[in-house]
């Protein structure tokens, strides 16, 4: 079985989450995808929004019809910051015979060898990059691409930053989010 592990903030998970992977479940013939929203990612810590309760149960609601995708808790339940050759050795600890990919956007990649230890991460995963075509020739100089596979994906220009910035300003974000998710939202009175 392939396993995809696409983790992030999810402050909130919006439809380019759910796009996006359902495009590269599909190019890369995963069998599921788990969504690993973080509890503080090392590369945002400054950006501590709402709790990682709220965010989890927003990527309940934003998966539940789709059998393909699954959450899990586990950087929420370990507290702190979230390393993914972390959350990686857990995943291999869980499903040690199947196959894990690793989903990153290309923002990522980039800084990807300053990640903690990025060479046991490409020992646990294969690497799938959201591949953006202005970066492909320049990331193939300057990064060795060995257990990399990149992939196209459609370009959603939607972004959490922006969402939260429309709930604050009471503006409508319907469209952007899942339904369930904007209900979600109104009901905890998130962003506000």
């Known amino acids: ?77 370990r507290g702190g910051i979230s390393y ?24 990522n990649y980039l800084i990807f060898h300053q990640w903690k230890e990025p060479k046991k991460i490409l020992e646990l995963a294969t690497l799938v990059v959201l591949n953006r075509p202005l970066y492909t020739k320049k990331v193939n100089e300057i990064i060795d691409t060995k257990n990399t596979i990149f992939i196209d994906v459609p370009n959603i220009d939607i972004s959490s930053s922006e969402i939260r910035k429309k709930v604050k300003e009471g503006k409508s974000i319907k469209y952007l989010v899942p339904d369930s998710v904007e209900q979600y939202i109104i009901e905890h009175q998130l962003y506000k």
């Open 1 to 77: 079985m392939n396993i995809g592990i696409f983790g992030g903030t999810f402050n909130p998970p919006h439809v380019g989450h759910l796009i996006v992977a359902e495009s590269v479940r599909e190019q890369i013939e995963l069998d599921r995808i788990i969504f690993v929203p973080s509890y503080i990612s090392p590369h945002k810590q400054d950006e501590i929004g709402h709790s990682a309760v709220h965010r989890f149960e927003m990527i309940q609601r934003a998966i539940e019809t789709n059998s393909r995708f699954d959450v899990s808790d586990v950087e929420i339940q």
């Open 84 to 107: 993914t050759v972390s959350t990686l050795d857990y995943f291999k600890q869980k499903y040690p015979k199947e196959s894990l990919f690793l989903i990153i956007g290309m923002d």
